[in-house]
């Protein structure tokens, strides 16, 4: 994928467009920011724009880029370019030392077919301590023609001393939007299926992934019937009964946190539906077509301030969950709160 068909963060690939075109690429990044939203398909596009044999000016804000087709930038999308080198973490999610020794000795020669050796090492903060070590000497002073590009969704699980001799560069999350073009346009999905899993994906394509391959109707049955049975105004001790529902699967296993997050995030849209049809909006504006039903039904339940109220008291669950809460805790407290 080139520089002008990464989905988002425009910004940041006009500024590696110029600093390529004018040569001054720093010789060690740090792409940070959350998981899934493009940054090693970002490492890859630069390193294609570095050494593609046909460069093009692309309309637009890019300086420069890949053209997508020479010889170089099949070979560096296929990972068999000779100067471009990919460090992924292995099964275990760490990235040894003796990887690490090999790439640095690879290093230690000129670019052999492409203009600059390019590095990239995805996850960095995988790299075991004695790895980074390594790297030390390499990212303070790197071999003459060598760039390395480290990603990593938790940078600050890096030794100081390697983050401090990168230049970081912050990776924000994907609009819905692009999400869903990323959905329909890379991976073949349908527009409709796109469009009902990006707004619960939290900007990231990666999540957006998972959970369109999971069972999105199930956690939306989940939502809804948190709804439904706040609506009932039973005791609380139903509720956490209830709630059980939520934190723990069919197969008595804990959900994970990010299963909860989706079924809480499921929950805030609905609400915003039940606000919207309180207010007599068109159904078509509806995030939950499918559900319009059960929403119209739920809607009088939901009157006044009380989708507002429980509103407020989701998004307390989802930051909760989001600072590592236990999913049992916070959705009992949710419960109750209803
Ligand atoms: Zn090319």
Known sequence: MTLREILGHRRLTTLLARAIERESLPPTLLLAGPSGVGKWAVAKAVAQAVNC???VAPAGDLAIDACGKCRACDRIARNVHVDV??????????IKIDVIRDVLSRTGFRPFE?????VMIRDADCLETSAQNSLLKSLEEPPPGTTFILTSAVPGALLPTVRSRCMRLRFGRLTSTEVAAALTRDHDYTDEAARDAAPLADGSLGQA????DNDLSMFRELAIGMLQ???????????????????TGSSRKERTRE??????????????????????????????PLLTHDLEALARAYSGDRARTVFASVDRALTALERNAGTKVVTEWLAVQL
């Open 53 to 55: 044999i046909e460069r």
């Open 85 to 94: 080198i990919a460090v992924e973490p292995d099964d275990r999610a760490s």
């Open 114 to 118: 492409g203009r600059r050796r390019v």
């Open 209 to 212: 992934l998972a959970l369109i």
């Open 229 to 247: 049975q706040a609506a009932g105004r039973t005791d609380a001790q139903s509720r956490v009964q209830a709630a059980g529902a939520l934190h």
């Open 259 to 288: 299963s909860v997050a989706i079924v809480l995030r499921l929950m805030a849209s609905m609400l915003r539906d039940l606000e919207a049809i309180n207010a007599g909006a068109d159904r078509s504006v509806l995030a939950n």
